[in-house]
């Protein structure tokens, strides 16, 4: 068997089956909230698919409402801080995503993020 660089696309490479970073559910709650760039993004759940699309509902919320403002069991969103949480990965399709949902030994690897993670694991501290 002859080893070395392969050239061209991926395919010829041996790598088969690459899944999407993002899934459908993702860039669907990213999608709606820049066009609703007004509210906030909650939560989405899936409603139905056929052969071309798939259909999700999102769950949107109003910070500037005074009922959402007044309710202390949703009032956290109207905060500055949770502006277009689906971008940051930090709705529950995102988390998920991020292998957020593990706990434990399996999951010393994922927190807070990936990145940071990696960043701790190869930092040279001199104290």
């Known amino acids: 068997?002859?080893?070395?660089?392969?050239?061209?696309?991926?395919?010829?490479?041996?790598?088969?089956?690459?899944?999407a970073a993002r899934t459908h559910r993702e860039v669907a709650e990213e999608r709606v909230g820049r066009k609703c760039s007004n509210l906030r993004v909650l939560n989405s759940y899936w409603v139905?698919?056929?052969?071309?699309?798939?259909?999700?509902?999102?769950?949107?919320?109003?910070?500037?409402?005074?009922?959402?403002?007044?309710?202390?069991r949703i009032n956290w969103i109207c905060s500055g801080k949770h502006k277009h949480r689906e971008n940051r990965g930090l709705t529950s399709i995102g988390k998920k995503s991020r292998g957020l949902r593990?706990?434990?030994?399996?999951?010393?690897?994922?927190?807070?993020?990936?990145?940071?993670?990696?960043?701790?694991?190869?930092?040279?501290?001199?104290?």
């Open 48 to 72: 139905g698919q056929d052969a071309s699309y798939k259909f999700f509902e999102i769950i949107l919320v109003d910070p500037a409402h005074k009922a959402i403002r007044r309710d202390p």
């Open 102 to 127: 593990r706990k434990g030994n399996k999951s010393t690897n994922r927190r807070p993020s990936v990145r940071s993670a990696w960043k701790n694991r190869n930092t040279q501290k001199l104290w």
């Open 1 to 19: 068997v002859q080893k070395g660089c392969v050239y061209g696309k991926p395919v010829n490479q041996g790598i088969r089956k690459l899944k």
